[in-house]
């Protein structure tokens, strides 16, 4: 471990891996964790999808469909969850842009299953209010610098 990364650790940033300059703040556990469980559930859901479509008859193709729909997006949130545990410009914007889609989402079901939607609901805002706080915002401004 290098004297820049005992800093890191010493300030209660995580080391930094090889090539990044600015230290990932302890703060951005917050938006990366949520995101990886998004992550998670999206593959769970297409999963879920695979198998009812497996006795849904007509519908079987549709579900499919929604099962690689889903497994997409999967792959771009987690890809957004290392981006911006990283550090990199492009994941912040790509994240905010899905949490809003999922708080949209969020009050389209919430009339109909309150838990689902109280759950997208209050997972998107501990993103966005992850990606904004002063520790995530100053190491995301120090990074912009840096490159």
Do not use: K
């Amino acid at each position: 471990m290098s004297s820049h990364n005992d800093r890191a650790a010493a300030s209660g940033a995580s080391p930094e891996p090889e090539g990044q300059r600015v230290p990932t703040p302890r703060a951005m556990l917050l938006p990366v964790t949520v995101l990886g469980i998004q992550a998670l559930a999206l593959v769970g859901a297409a999963v879920s999808f695979v198998i009812t479509a497996i006795t849904a008859g007509p519908l079987a193709a549709s579900l499919i469909g929604l099962a690689v729909m889903f497994l997409i997006f999967a792959a771009g949130v987690g890809a957004a969850a290392r981006g911006a545990w990283r550090l990199h410009r492009w994941a912040r914007p790509a994240a905010i842009a899905f949490e809003l889609l999922v708080i949209v989402f969020a009050f389209s079901v919430i009339g109909g299953s309150l838990w689902l939607g109280l759950a997208c609901l209050v997972t998107a805002i501990a993103v966005l209010l992850g990606f904004f706080l002063p520790a995530v915002v100053d190491a995301y401004n120090r990074a912009l610098t840096d490159y």
